[in-house]
């Protein structure tokens, strides 16, 4: 028990070595076996585990938090000051001497997949950190070039409001573009907290809520950073209790407005990361915020590419099928409900349909003779 609430921990029958940086394959342990052979595990299958528990514990309400490897752990005996300025000793409610895994054991048990061959996992890994490497690079460069672009000529089409030396914006505006692209995702968050909890944001969740929509938002306040922290707070208040903003919301998200305001001053930037915000992609978003299927069924941008593949296959049929009807194709029911497998003619004149079509046939028949005997 930490005061705020509860949370579990699972002990191990061996030690379990965490290191940022995956070791090669073949590669053998620096000199005085600092790191022995058992260091296997790695940070994101730690963190793996983590997610996997918490999507477990989801009817629980558990926080997201926790699921990265790094979060500070309150142990037995500490005082958390966080609720009470008199502080809440943490402390054991419940311990189970008997139950214990080793570290492979319960990767599998949660996991539900044996851990990675060391080779195995590096090729993978580095080939993955590859594709991400050049995706993020190519996209923070055009996202931000398109984030100046609009940003000044909004601020030009300010500074003259006459019909003169307006910068004029394109007809249709493009549907990534920062303003737009925010717009959608704090709309997102908005339909989230009135699935979950009827419209106002659970407590221990309004900070990643506020902290996404400032990220998302930074790019459409290239050029008057001042008005970031207020604008997000306005679209926000419908959802996160007036208290919260008040109180906790621009000293949450200083941070985000002091990168955007030395935006370009950074000297040196780690690979895959920006300098002047919090860069998340959907994928990212959908991750910390722990969204279900069921739940993207509801929204429009924070979803996964296999209902964004879905969702663009149905417009497109329903196009096509808006073109065949324009090009005077009839609907299947139309035709099908006035074919003569649905009316069945030879029911009303009490015969076979085999002796129907045969005396169709005949007539027909008769009629080409007539005609070609007049002829």
Not at 1 to 15: C, I, K, N, P, R
Not at 241 to 263: C, E, V, W
Not at 293 to 319: F, P, W, Y
């Amino acid at each position: 028990m930490s005061g705020g609430g509860a949370y579990l921990l699972w002990q191990f029958t061996d030690t379990v070595f965490i290191s940022r940086r995956r070791r090669k394959a073949g590669q053998k342990n620096p000199p005085g076996n600092f790191v022995p052979k058992i260091a296997r595990s790695y940070i994101d299958v730690i963190e793996d585990i983590h997610r996997n528990l918490r999507n477990r514990l989801d009817y629980l309400m558990a926080d997201i938090t926790p699921c990265s490897a790094q979060t500070v752990l309150r142990i037995p005996g500490s005082i958390n000051y966080k609720y009470s300025y008199l502080g809440h000793e943490c402390r054991t409610a419940y311990f189970n001497p008997d139950n214990r895994y080793t570290s492979d054991e319960f990767k599998q048990l949660v996991l539900g997949v044996a851990p990675y061959q060391g080779a195995e996992r590096y090729q993978q890994a580095k080939a993955i950190d590859a594709i991400r490497a050049k995706a993020r690079k190519q996209g923070e460069k055009t996202y931000r070039d398109n984030a100046l672009k609009w940003s000044q000529k909004g601020s030009q089409k300010a500074e003259n409001p006459g019909n003169d030396n307006v910068v004029g914006f394109p007809v249709k505006a493009s549907k990534n573009s920062p303003y737009r692209q925010s717009r959608r995702i704090i709309s997102d968050l908005k339909t989230l907290a009135r699935i979950r909890w009827g419209g106002i944001v659970m407590k221990g969740y309004r900070d990643m809520f506020c902290h996404i929509a400032v990220s998302m938002a930074s790019a459409h306040f290239q050029n008057n950073p001042d008005e970031l922290l207020p604008y997000v707070k306005a679209q926000m208040e419908d959802i996160i209790p007036s208290d919260y903003l008040q109180r906790h919301f621009d000293g949450d998200n200083i941070t985000s407005l002091k990168k955007l305001m030395t935006a370009g001053e950074a000297p040196v930037v780690k690979p895959g990361f920006c300098s002047w915000r919090y860069a998340y992609s959907i994928d990212r978003i959908i991750e910390k915020l722990a969204i279900t299927e069921a739940e993207m069924k509801h929204l429009d941008c924070l979803v996964s590419k296999g209902i964004k593949r879905n969702r663009k296959n149905d417009t497109n049929r329903q196009k096509d099928e808006e073109k065949r009807r324009k090009a005077g194709a009839v609907e299947r029911e139309s035709y099908e409900g006035n074919s003569l497998s649905k009316m069945k003619p030879w029911e009303a004149e009490g015969i076979s349909r085999k002796t129907w079509y045969k005396k169709r046939k005949l007539e027909a028949s008769s009629v080409h003779e007539s005609i070609k005997n007049i002829g």
